[in-house]
C-alpha cells in the first residue's frame, strides 16, 4: 500500500509541477519526456547495483526496511519481483530483435 501511495503522490506532484511550469503544451511534453527518462535510469541504476553488489544493495534496503517498518519490507520484495520479471522480458525483446534482424538481413 505504501509503495502505490508514493507512486501516487509521485505521480500528483509531476503533474502539479507540469501544470505550473509549462507554459505550452510541447515544454509539458518535454517535462514529461525528462522524468521519464529520469525513472527509466533509476531503474537501471538499481539493476546494474543488483548485478554488481547484490550483498550491498540487500544490506542497504534491509536497513532502509528496518528503519521504516515492516511494510517497506514487502515493497522492496514487491520492487525487486517487478524488477526481475522486467529484467526477464527485456531479454525476451532482445531475443525476438535478434531473431527479426537476422530474419530481415537474411
Known amino acids: 500500500c505504501s509503495l502505490f501511495s508514493i507512486t501516487g ?6 503533474v502539479v509541477y507540469n501544470i505550473a511550469t509549462s507554459r ?15 525513472n527509466d535510469l533509476d531503474e537501471k541504476l538499481f539493476t546494474s547495483l ?13 536497513e532502509v526496511a528496518a528503519s521504516f517498518g515492516d ?23 532482445g531475443k525476438i530483435e535478434k531473431t527479426l534482424t537476422r530474419k530481415s538481413n537474411a
Open 24 to 38: 505550452s503544451n510541447v515544454d509539458m511534453i518535454f517535462n514529461t519526456v525528462i522524468l521519464f527518462f529520469v
Open 50 to 62: 543488483r548485478m554488481i553488489c547484490p550483498e550491498w544493495l540487500e544490506n542497504t534496503t534491509s
Open 9 to 14: 503522490l509521485a505521480l500528483y506532484a509531476t
Open 71 to 93: 511494510n517497506v519490507s514487502i515493497n522492496i520484495q514487491y520492487a525487486t519481483a517487478n524488477h526481475q520479471v522486467k529484467d526477464r522480458q527485456d531479454r525476451r525483446i
